[in-house]
């Protein structure tokens, strides 16, 4: 399993941003994906899960209404665009291959102004 992320960056409050995530070595086509995230000091937490086509995502309360993950099964790519940005949303973001326990490098998401 292989996972790269992409995206992050430093953006202000109210601002937006589009994580990407590239996975090989699994049937993506067939994958449950989730982001996660990890802020300082803090424990990593689940923020959303996209099943197999056809399958309505899941999101965490804070990421409902802000948030959307999506995919492309072609490019085996899973995105999060990620809206209205609160400094509370400052994390490294994961995404992740929930039948596996390996976890990419992840990307630094900062909201700041």
């Known amino acids: 399993v292989r996972l790269v992320e992409s995206g992050g960056g430093l953006v202000p409050p109210g601002g937006s941003l589009n994580l990407s995530c590239v996975g090989s070595g699994f049937s993506f086509s067939s994958a449950n994906m989730a982001w996660f995230r990890q802020a300082a000091g803090g424990r990593r937490e689940w923020v959303a899960t996209?099943?197999?086509?056809?399958?309505?995502?899941h999101y965490q309360n804070f990421a409902k209404d802000r948030f959307v993950i999506s995919r492309n099964d072609a490019e085996k790519m899973v995105f999060l665009q990620m809206n209205a940005l609160r400094p509370a949303d400052t994390a490294v973001y994961y995404c992740?291959?929930?039948?596996?326990?390996?976890w990419g490098r992840g990307t630094q998401v900062t909201v700041s102004s």
């Open positions: 996209i099943p197999p086509v056809g399958e309505a995502p």
């Open positions: 992740k291959y929930t039948a596996s326990s390996f």
